[in-house]
Nanobody, 121 residues
């Protein structure tokens, strides 16, 4: 079990920026990731970071705009979102130990409560 508490969501205009935070506690984990879900759509992978070596992974839709980072001393993962678009509007979820198979990322068992990101045109 990993307890995850997210913060940092809000309302921004297109082209603006937000920084999300997720503080973790409980069992050890090897990676952290971010997923998002818009109304009526499937939850989709956004970004992930390996906790030990710092390697990062991004969905094609956010490459060059979003940056995932971590602070091991605080057990916290961040998602800096720049050049936001209306299609980025979704609830963003922090996730412990996502997995990868055949080109697709899947969420692990532990999820944050979600934080709303709304981008206006």
């Amino acid at each position: 079990q990993v307890q995850l508490v997210e913060s940092g969501g809000g309302l921004v205009q297109a082209g603006g920026s937000l920084r999300l935070s997720c503080a973790a506690s409980g069992r050890a984990f090897s990676a952290m990731g971010w997923f998002r879900q818009a109304p009526g759509k499937e939850r989709e992978f956004v970004a992930a970071v390996n906790w030990s070596n710092g390697r990062t992974f991004y969905a094609d839709s956010v490459k060059g705009r979003f940056t995932i980072s971590k602070d091991n001393t605080k057990n916290t993962v961040y998602l800096r979102m720049n050049s936001l678009k209306p299609e980025d509007t979704a609830v963003y979820y922090c996730n412990a130990d996502p997995s990868y198979y055949s080109g697709t990322y899947y969420g692990g068992d532990s999820w944050g409560q979600g934080t709303q990101v709304t981008v206006s045109s």
